[in-house]
């Protein structure tokens, strides 16, 4: 059981980790995101590669450490400084505070070495006669002491050759996508930005606001449907409807054009008309009908949630993202659905759908409210990670995720639609869901990352990506780690029924609760 002391304890925690405000150029003014929430605690860099999970607890070295002591390093010159030294002690002491697992500093120093020395290789630089690695022991001071030895003397070796933000960039990249769990990862500045924006529910885009489900008529030629439109996207407001077909744009017929292509053409991209205010012609067949749409491209933003009611009889919530919030901004959430829930039973509803259809990042503590008004125990799912221990020292194991006991939870059937897309902390619900035989699973299997990260900003405006729990099956072994969620009853994207405006994934969920 998680005790409330522990859950002070770590809240206490997160309060000293953003002591300062993250990302200032992100947030109007200082707000404390909740990395550790309420009950229990709590994005892929696309700089680092994407990797599949694995349960090694410490990082996969490019080649194992020498059996024998190494040579002392000689001393940095004076006159070199680095630029770059407060923001890789900041990033790294995160990354092996809070890690879900314990990670030897030691070696978290030397992969972050080693990936320097590959990315000068791939720049081009030659490293032949490089920087020998120092001498790293069991003591994280001392290690991240012999780390900035021999970084600065990378510094002073290779200036006019890369910059330290290269260096910097290729250390940190390498060291977080090195424990290969599908979530740490390093963002520099000029990424941090929108991965932050997207994880807070701030991410706006430009373009129509479409899914499109491509595939083959039974003549052969390519078949382009809308699968969705995002609510007070552009498409909604011109009329656009699932399933019709999108058969030319600009007058360019799309029999004979990939999914890709026509995405561009979508976007503009092709053109170079992709900036907001730009028109775009489409041509679509609705019921055995051409006509054109013209929409205007325009800035949007998908909706965090939305809510539906189906046939009078089935209350339908649409999780797009569980956004990472405030502590104010998670309650005006938790109260907004609470308010959706209760316009649904006075509606009397017979179940509820939820779809976390290419739902891939979140806040670990809304998905437990989330929860909470489907299902109410002590124990929804077990996560593994750091659990707070007697004088600040981190004891690290298995824990149970309560549900919200303010939080009153509906005893109508459920049934959760998942995909591909589904991913990180949405995986964890739909997991609890599984898991307490609440509600079944419809569709296909989820991605594999049952994980729950936070964003830590770093001073530059940079920010590390850090998964500080993982789902596991059995209470009793941390190593039981659940690497994917299959669904309970298969179901995939059927082009004929999408062509007559259903969907096949949603007409299933909906038929297994009348089961």
């Known amino acids: 059981m998680l005790h409330k002391f522990h859950l002070h304890s770590r809240l206490k925690r997160l309060a000293l980790l953003t002591s300062v405000c993250l990302l200032a150029l992100l947030l109007s003014a ?13 994005p892929t860099s696309t700089a680092a590669p994407k990797a599949t999970p694995t349960n090694t607890p410490r990082p996969i ?16 010159p004076s006159g070199v400084q680095s630029t770059k030294a407060e923001i890789l002690k900041e990033a790294f002491s995160n990354l092996i505070t809070n890690y879900f697992q314990p990670l030897a500093s030691a070696d978290i120093y030397e992969v972050g070495l080693r990936s320097i020395e590959m990315g000068l290789q791939q720049t081009g630089v030659d490293p032949a006669a490089r920087v020998p690695l120092p001498q790293f022991g069991d003591k994280d001071d001392a290690n991240w002491g012999a780390f900035l030895q021999a970084y600065t003397l990378i510094l002073d070796k290779y200036k006019g050759k890369v910059t330290e933000d290269q260096l910097a960039q290729y250390a940190l ?10 979530k740490t990862g390093y963002f520099p500045p000029n990424l941090a930005e929108g991965y932050f924006s997207q994880r807070t529910g701030q991410a706006s885009t430009v373009g129509i606001g479409i899914n499109l489900q491509s595939g083959q008529t039974t003549s052969g030629s390519a ?4 699968a969705r439109t995002i609510a007070g996207g552009p498409a909604e407001k011109a009329g656009l409807k699932l399933g019709d077909q999108i058969v030319a744009i600009d007058g360019q017929d799309l029999s004979t054009k990939n999914s890709t292509q026509v995405i561009q053409l979508l976007q503009g991209t092709v053109r170079g008309d992709q900036a907001a205010g730009t028109r775009v012609s489409l041509t679509i067949r609705r019921a055995g009908t051409s006509q054109t749409i013209d929409i205007t491209r325009n800035r949007f933003q998908v909706p965090p949630m939305e809510r539906y009611l189906l046939d009078n009889t089935t209350g339908y919530i649409r999780f797009n993202q569980f956004p990472l919030s ?14 959706w829930i209760g316009d649904f039973e006075k509606a009397g509803v017979s179940g509820y759908v939820l779809d976390l259809r290419g739902n891939s990042n979140g806040s670990i503590s809304l998905v437990q409210n989330m929860l909470s008004y489907f299902m109410s125990g002590a124990e929804l799912v077990y996560l593994n990670g750091q659990t707070a221990g007697q004088n600040t020292q981190r004891t690290y194991g298995p824990f149970p995720m309560p549900s919200n006991k303010d939080i009153k939870a509906t005893d109508k059937p459920v049934a959760v639609l998942v995909d591909g897309g589904t991913s990180g902390e949405a995986e964890i619900f739909a997991y609890a869901i599984q898991r307490g035989k609440r509600g079944t699973l419809v569709g296909a299997p989820t991605a594999g990352c049952l994980n729950a990260s936070t964003p830590v900003g770093l001073k530059d405006n940079s920010l590390i990506n850090i998964t500080i729990y993982r789902a596991i099956s059995d209470a009793t072994k941390p190593e039981s780690i659940v690497n994917s969620v299959e669904p309970d009853q298969p179901a995939t994207p059927d082009l004929q029924q999408l062509s007559e405006g259903k969907d096949s994934q949603l007409d299933a969920a909906i038929k297994a609760l009348k089961k």
């Open 30 to 42: 200082c707000q404390t995101y909740d990395g550790y929430p309420t009950v229990p605690p709590e």
């Open 326 to 339: 405030s502590q104010a901004q998670l309650g005006t959430i938790t109260t907004t659905v609470g308010t």
């Open 61 to 76: 070295l490019a080649a194992p450490p020498s059996p024998t002591p190494r040579p002392s390093l000689p001393p940095a």
């Open 173 to 182: 990249t390498g060291a977080s996508s090195s424990l290969q769990d599908c």
């Open 223 to 226: 078949a382009h449907l809308v």
